[in-house]
């Protein structure tokens, strides 16, 4: 193990790490993975409670996703998506848009390859439509939208993006509904309300030069797992209809069931009971990634509108949407998120979800009473709280506390979050909340 370890050091630069900070903590070898559990190379195992950067849902070397894959192993492993197609992809393609609501998915590769789609075909469409000063974005402070230029222009992590100032485009940024900042007394939902105004404020004056808004819906995850009343994704949806803007959706963290229901836009409220029963928030782009193939391969798609669609159809090739990545519709990628499909179909997975999520609240009920715990939440599969007089090194001797007791978790600040795998059980979740009081318990971190 020592030596993949000095392998890793001198070979892998290793992504969101001061590499230097591995000599003294070095990452985990992980020789392989059993469903909810990671094993490493001296066969200790670690519960995966954040499920490798939220992207695992029916755990590791889940047998019906790796049969798919074989399966596909057998036809055909690639073939570029521009001059040729194939079945995975257009199955696939045709899936989402029933699940979604919108069409014609372009896929990417990685999240923040879905945002740059995303910005890049709002823009064009602007162009396309004669409209070509709308092309400013607005997003929430403090939201995450990936790392490439054009999506960390719409990122608001200062810690990510202050360093790379210089190399991005301006956008504006309109005060984020996170519940945690409401007034003392103020409901969650009116804070969302009144956080909607500010976005109206902005768009009453800047709408002719503004794009798109994108957002991550009922929860910021980068920021520290804020959550959020779902009533501002509709008064967001009826602010960009009424000011011609286009609302992009990113549920690259939160799709696929992570919020309780298949895409978190689908909790948002009707405004006016009139709207009882029907889908009160379709957007104009939704980006899928992380758990589009369960955690398997890299996958990104954007779904949008006929509307939108249809500016870029015609003659004129500029005219098209001019975009490509090498491994666009993936077909083995494509057999994995299929083989996802059909999991959440023939396990009724966000109906026994729901069961779950309320077992696991109960499990955790002990932490949620802690003396340090603040702010503690739970939303579908994901549960975050604060941890009162936190040191400064917090995150990472909480992380090495759990680790050495077979949990791996990475609390963002005094953040500490919980997003397992959808086929975590009962008993595990009881050791992961053992492990997490008896972090709480120890005063010094
Ligand atoms: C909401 C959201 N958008 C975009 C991304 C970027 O995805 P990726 O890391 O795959 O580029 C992330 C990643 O955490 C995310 O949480």
């Known amino acids: 193990m020592n030596n993949l370890l000095n392998r890793t050091r001198a070979a892998v630069w290793h992504p969101c790490t001061q590499m230097k900070a591995l000599e003294a903590a070095p990452p985990l070898a992980i020789a392989r993975g059993e469903g909810a559990w990671l094993i490493d190379t001296d066969g200790r195992r670690y519960l995966d409670a954040i499920s490798s950067w939220w992207v695992n849902l029916f755990g590791h070397c889940n047998p019906r996703i790796n049969a ?19 079945a995975p992809v257009v199955e696939l393609s045709e899936r989402l848009a029933a699940l979604t609501g919108l069409g014609h998915a372009f896929y990417g590769s990685d999240g923040a390859s879905a945002t740059e789609i995303a910005l890049k075909m709002s823009a064009h469409y602007w162009r ?187 003659d004129a090739t500029a005219k098209g949407f001019l975009h490509s990545h090498s491994y666009t519709g993936n077909p083995l990628a494509c057999r994995a998120a299929l083989a996802v499909l059909d999991i959440f179909e023939t396990d009724r997975v966000i109906a026994a979800n729901r069961e779950k999520s309320t077992e696991f609240t109960r499990i955790l009920a002990e932490v949620a009473a802690h003396p340090r715990v603040l ?29 050495a007791q077979g949990v791996f978790i990475r609390p963002i600040g005094n953040t500490v979050y919980l997003m397992p795998p959808y086929v975590t059980s009962s008993d595990a979740m009881r050791g992961v909340a053992q492990t997490l009081l008896t972090g709480l318990d120890q005063r010094e971190i």
Request: with cysteine; net charge negative; glycine share 8%.
């Open 128 to 314: 396309n439509s004669g409209q070509p000063a709308k092309n400013g974005f607005i997003s929430l402070r403090n939201g995450y939208h990936g790392e490439t230029v054009g999506a960390l222009s719409v990122t608001d992590i200062p810690l990510f993006k202050d360093t790379y100032a210089p190399l991005l485009r301006h956008t504006v940024q309109v005060p984020t509904p996170d519940a945690r900042l409401a007034e003392p007394g103020e409901s969650a939902e009116a804070f969302a309300l009144r956080c909607a105004d500010a976005l109206e404020a902005y768009l009453a004056e800047h709408a002719a030069t503004t794009a798109a808004f994108i957002v991550e819906p009922l929860l910021q995850a980068a920021a520290g797992m804020a959550m959020y009343h779902p009533v501002y994704l509709s008064r967001a949806r009826a602010l960009c209809d009424q000011y011609e803007v286009h609302l992009i959706a990113d549920e690259i963290a939160v799709g696929f069931g992570r919020t309780g229901t298949m895409f978190a836009c689908e909790q948002a409220p009707p405004l006016s009971p009139a709207g009882a029963g029907i889908q009160t928030v379709r957007p104009d782009f939704i980006c899928l990634s992380k758990g589009i193939t369960g955690g398997y391969l890299p996958l990104s798609a954007v779904l949008t509108t006929d509307e939108v669609y249809a500016a870029f159809y015609g």
């Open 68 to 86: 798919a894959i074989v399966d596909q192993l057998g036809k055909i492993e690639h073939v570029m998506l521009a001059g040729a197609t194939h």
């Open 375 to 403: 702010n503690f939440r739970a939303l579908g599969m994901i549960w975050a709280f604060e941890v009162a007089d936190a040191t400064p090194g917090f995150a990472a001797h909480f992380h090495w506390l759990a680790l």
